[in-house]
């Protein structure tokens, strides 16, 4: 994807806005989105204007007084709660989770400890291992440095704990590939790595409208994993929906799903909840997304697509839910 950049306009047009773009690595993502989105509202006959979001110039945007907002930010200030507080405390009626779910849901680490800490989810989160503090990693012997990573296992995944898209993730096979995984996960100072168990076997997701399921897609990319360049920039990668690997298991993981999503509270608006299976199709719970892709590539409108909703009648129902 190319690099965009966006003037806002000082004169608001219409009432219904979609925040995109932003200061995160998912930056191009969003542009895309929020593109999509806004046509598709168009089309549906909502004036919508759009607005390239830029957490120095809040005071700014509450002043052109927006009457509904359609969050399409990725990662950053867009999804870890700080959007949703600004408009939560300025009583602006806007799309998906509220602050407090968000910023539980960006932080991978916090997510699974909880899906996989409460009696009522009956799905495991694999096993996984967090590591802060990297300066000190760093000073110790190579030798020695992540020899507690290997107890989860060959091959695993090492990916920063509160980013998307598959941004800074690794796919890692042996103790000499760690030391670049870490540095690629390392997107901020403070950022936690997780290190998880590679369930190798299929990639699934499910989409989520007000906490009920609208089905399952399986990805099969022809990368080892459904990493940045299968998501957005190749069209080799293949989505099934439904999953091909039987009803029963569809609607199974879709009750799963729905359990994630009440344990977690991110009941509002559209959310895509991620999952992988081992090939005996046990699955294990990977992640939320609250703010999931609306590109040409994302999964949420084509599952929302097979269960007879066209993207343009999405975003409106979306747009609808927002309060």
Same mark, same amino acid.
């Given at each position: 994807?190319?690099?965009?950049?966006?003037?806002?306009?000082?004169?608001?047009?219409?009432?219904?806005?979609?925040?995109?773009?932003?200061?995160?690595?998912?930056?191009?993502?969003?542009?895309?989105?929020?593109?999509?989105?806004?046509? $598709?509202?168009?089309?549906?006959? %909502?004036?919508?204007?759009?607005?390239?979001?830029?957490?120095?110039?809040?005071?700014?945007?509450?002043?052109? +007084?927006?009457?509904?907002?359609?969050?399409?930010?990725?990662?950053?200030?867009?999804?870890?709660?700080?959007?949703?507080?600004?408009?939560?405390?300025?009583? %602006?009626?806007?799309?998906?989770?509220?602050?407090?779910?968000? #910023?539980?849901?960006?932080?991978?680490? $916090?997510?699974?400890?909880?899906?996989?800490? =409460?009696?009522?989810?009956?799905?495991?989160?694999?096993?996984?291992?967090?590591?802060?503090?990297?300066?000190?990693?760093?000073?110790?012997?190579?030798?020695?440095?992540?020899?507690?990573?290997?107890?989860?296992?060959?091959?695993?995944?090492?990916?920063?704990?509160?980013?998307?898209?598959?941004?800074?993730?690794?796919?890692?096979?042996?103790?000499?590939? *760690?030391?670049?995984?870490?540095? $690629? #996960?390392? %997107?901020?100072?403070?950022?936690?790595?997780?290190?998880?168990?590679? *369930?190798?076997?299929?990639?699934?997701?499910?989409?989520?409208?007000?906490?009920?399921?609208?089905?399952?897609?399986?990805? *099969?990319?022809?990368?080892?994993?459904?990493?940045?360049? $299968?998501?957005?920039?190749?069209?080799?990668?293949?989505?099934?929906?439904?999953? +091909?690997?039987?009803?029963?298991?569809?609607?199974? =993981?879709?009750?799963?799903?729905?359990?994630?999503?009440?344990?977690?509270?991110?009941?509002?608006?559209?959310?895509?909840?991620?999952?992988?299976?081992?090939?005996?199709?046990?699955?294990?719970?990977?992640?939320?997304?609250?703010?999931?892709?609306?590109?040409?590539?994302?999964?949420?409108?084509?599952? #929302?697509?097979?269960?007879?909703?066209?993207?343009?009648?999405?975003?409106?129902?979306?747009?609808?839910?927002?309060?």
């Amino acid at each position: 994807m190319n690099s965009t950049y966006c003037d806002n306009d000082s004169i608001r047009h219409h009432d219904c806005v979609v925040l995109y773009g932003g200061e995160s690595e998912e930056r191009e993502v969003s542009l895309h989105s929020g593109e999509n989105v806004a046509q $598709a509202l168009r089309k549906a006959g %909502i004036e919508t204007d759009l607005y390239d979001w830029n957490p120095a110039k809040m005071r700014e945007f509450l002043a052109l +007084g927006y009457k509904k907002v359609f969050i399409a930010l990725h990662g950053g200030t867009g999804e870890n709660g700080m959007v949703q507080a600004m408009l939560e405390m300025a009583a %602006i009626p806007f799309t998906g989770v509220r602050m407090r779910t968000a #910023a539980i849901c960006i932080d991978k680490l $916090a997510s699974k400890t909880i899906v996989s800490g =409460l009696t009522n989810v009956n799905v495991p989160a694999g096993k996984s291992l967090a590591v802060s503090q990297l300066d000190d990693r760093w000073n110790m012997p190579e030798n020695d440095r992540w020899r507690d990573v290997e107890a989860i296992g060959y091959p695993l995944i090492v990916k920063p704990s509160r980013n998307g898209s598959s941004v800074g993730v690794s796919w890692v096979e042996r103790y000499e590939e *760690i030391d670049d995984a870490v540095r $690629a #996960a390392a %997107i901020a100072p403070d950022e936690i790595i997780l290190f998880e168990q590679c *369930i190798c076997g299929h990639e699934l997701t499910v989409a989520m409208l007000n906490g009920k399921a609208l089905g399952v897609c399986r990805i *099969i990319p022809k990368t080892k994993f459904y990493d940045y360049e $299968a998501k957005y920039n190749r069209d080799d990668t293949q989505y099934l929906t439904p999953s +091909g690997l039987g009803a029963d298991f569809d609607g199974d =993981l879709c009750k799963k799903a729905e359990e994630v999503a009440r344990a977690l509270d991110c009941c509002d608006g559209v959310v895509r909840i991620d999952f992988l299976a081992n090939d005996n199709l046990d699955p294990y719970f990977l992640e939320v997304n609250t703010v999931p892709g609306m590109t040409s590539h994302s999964l949420v409108p084509k599952i #929302a697509n097979q269960a007879g909703i066209e993207f343009h009648q999405l975003c409106k129902m979306i747009v609808d839910m927002a309060k």
